[in-house]
C-alpha cells in the first residue's frame, strides 16, 4: 500500500470548516483513499473514503485531486468533539488482508472554542 | 458505538507472563484483526483471521497469536511478555466482500507490562 503524508497538527475554530491535506504521491489506480479519527481513548472510527470523485457523507466531504497524488478531508462545521487524530491511508480492495490498515501518525486536530 | 467489544479494558502483567484479549466482533462480520498502538504512534497491523484461520500477519514475531471463533469472537494471545508489549491493543471487525470494507473498532485494551 502507498504511504501518505499528513500535516502533524493543525487548529480550527470551533464552527469553521477544518480540512485536512494528506499526499499520496505513488498512490496506484486501484487504491481508495480512506480517512479515520481517533478520539482519545477510542479505537480509530471509519469517516469516508473514495477513489478518484469527491464523497460526502453525513460526517465529512472528501475531495481528490484529479491526478489523486493529495486529498482533503473536510468537516464542514467543526465541533470540539471533533478533536482527534485523523488518519488518511490509501489502500487496495483488492488481495489478501483486506482488515490490513497502515496507519501513519496521523494529524491531531484541535478544534478550539 | 460500533458493536465490537474487548475484555479487559485495562491488564496489568509482568515480563515473561502470558496474556489473553478477547474481542466479540460485530454482528454478520466475518473478518477480525489485531492492532498494537504504542504511545504516541499510529496503530500497527499484528494479523488477520477470516473463516477461523490466520490470512495476513503483519511484522510481529511468533510469540504473537491468535483464535477465531464460530461465532466470530476472537483471542490475541501474547506468550513470553516483553517491557516493549505494552500498548493498547485494538480489536476490529469488517465483512469481507463488496466494496468499500470499513473496519469497526472497539475501544481497545491497555496493556502494561512491568
Known amino acids: 500500500d502507498a504511504k501518505t503524508t499528513q500535516p502533524t497538527s493543525m487548529d480550527c475554530a470551533e464552527g469553521r470548516a477544518a480540512n485536512l491535506p494528506c499526499n499520496h504521491s505513488?498512490?496506484?489506480?486501484?487504491?481508495?483513499v480512506y480517512w479515520y479519527r481517533q478520539i482519545h481513548s477510542q479505537g480509530p472510527q471509519y469517516i469516508i473514503h473514495g477513489l478518484k470523485n469527491n464523497e460526502t457523507n453525513e460526517m465529512a466531504s472528501l475531495i481528490i485531486t484529479e491526478d489523486r497524488k493529495s486529498s482533503t478531508l473536510i468537516l464542514p462545521h467543526a465541533t470540539l468533539r471533533d478533536t482527534a487524530v485523523y488518519y488518511c491511508?490509501?489502500?487496495?480492495?483488492?488481495?489478501?488482508?483486506?482488515?490490513?490498515?497502515?496507519f501513519g501518525k496521523g494529524t491531531k486536530l484541535s478544534v478550539k472554542p | 458505538e460500533t458493536g465490537v467489544t474487548q475484555s479487559p479494558t485495562h491488564l496489568i502483567k509482568t515480563r515473561g507472563q502470558q496474556v489473553t484479549l478477547r474481542c466479540s466482533s460485530q454482528?454478520?462480520?466475518?473478518?477480525v484483526s489485531w492492532y498494537q498502538q504504542a504511545l504516541g504512534q499510529g496503530p500497527q497491523f499484528i494479523f488477520q483471521y477470516y473463516r477461523e484461520e490466520e490470512n495476513g500477519r503483519g511484522n510481529f514475531p511468533p510469540r504473537f497469536s491468535g483464535l477465531q471463533f464460530p461465532n466470530y469472537s476472537s483471542e490475541l494471545n501474547v506468550n513470553a511478555l516483553e517491557l516493549d508489549d505494552s500498548a493498547l491493543y485494538l480489536c476490529?471487525?469488517?465483512?469481507?466482500?463488496?466494496?468499500?470494507?470499513?473496519?469497526?473498532f472497539g475501544s481497545g485494551t491497555q496493556l502494561s507490562v512491568l
Open positions: 491511508i490509501v489502500r487496495s480492495h483488492y488481495g489478501g488482508s483486506q482488515g490490513n490498515l497502515i
Open positions: 454482528s454478520g462480520h466475518n473478518t
Open positions: 476490529a471487525s469488517s465483512r469481507v466482500g463488496g466494496a468499500g470494507e470499513k473496519l469497526f
Open positions: 505513488t498512490i496506484s489506480g486501484n487504491e481508495y
